[in-house]
């Protein structure tokens, strides 16, 4: 999936009928009865690359493209939180179906908003902790400072960044880490992880080690490869 409107598939035979399937919380199965368990699903129409995306992509440049209607624009976002299957019919059978690669639709839904949020720990005048994290496919986070209760983070859904603003006593005496709710492709549905962070001082407060995920201001789940299906973009 390149970008909010366009996705590629390469080596797709050409003819048929292409969809996209989505579940919020997972559970779609393809068989030979076809598509099971998605919420919906959005009909593709051919299209094609425009210069930007073939310059930046061009060892797809070729790749059968495919548009998503207008109306499916408003729903990137929450489509992204969840699992995402294409699938091409032939008089009503599936012939092919995939999970999706998502890196290039989020670099261009977050990227021009989130390039410039400070990830990690920073201070507010107040000389407070804002923590921020990156996780664009996340359904949740909260960020867990040891000896503190769990503290829900507000998303900014621009950015896809997760903040929370910390309090000023914490500085130079608290771990912390954060758990993500988040949909995983491995384990076919969403799940509470773990994110591990570098075990280093951060601006004077010390990440815990936990066991999960790796990541230093990125979710798990943002811009992983796919598995299960094959290899649309």
């Known amino acids: 999936w390149l970008s909010a409107a366009r996705l590629v598939w390469p080596n797709l035979p050409p003819g048929g009928e292409l969809r996209l399937y989505h579940a919020a919380h997972g559970g779609i199965t393809v068989n030979a009865s076809g598509v099971q368990g998605a919420d919906g699903f959005h009909a593709l129409s051919a299209a094609a690359l425009d210069t930007a995306l073939r310059e930046r992509f061009r060892h797809l440049a070729s790749a059968p493209a495919f548009a998503l209607p207008t109306l499916a624009a408003s729903e990137v976002r929450s489509l992204l939180k969840g699992q995402l299957v294409v699938a091409r019919l032939v008089q009503g059978q599936v012939t092919h179906a995939t999970q999706l690669q998502i890196q290039g639709v989020l670099d261009d ?17 107040a000389g407070r902790p804002v923590f921020r994290v990156w996780a664009p496919t996340a359904r949740s986070v909260e960020l867990a400072v040891v000896g503190q209760p769990l503290r829900t983070m507000t998303e900014d859904p621009g950015s896809g960044v997760w903040s929370h603003t910390g309090e000023a006593a914490w500085v130079n005496n608290a771990y912390y880490t954060y758990r993500v709710q988040v949909y995983s492709r491995q384990d076919g549905g969403v799940v509470l992880r773990t994110l591990r962070l570098p075990v280093q001082a951060v601006h004077h407060l010390r990440p815990a080690r936990a066991r999960g995920l790796p990541g230093a201001g990125r979710c798990p789940g943002a811009g992983m490869p796919a598995t299960g299906f094959g290899a649309a973009c």
Do not use: P
């Open 109 to 125: 839904v977050y990227a021009a908003q989130a390039r410039d949020q400070t990830l990690g720990v920073s201070f507010d005048e």
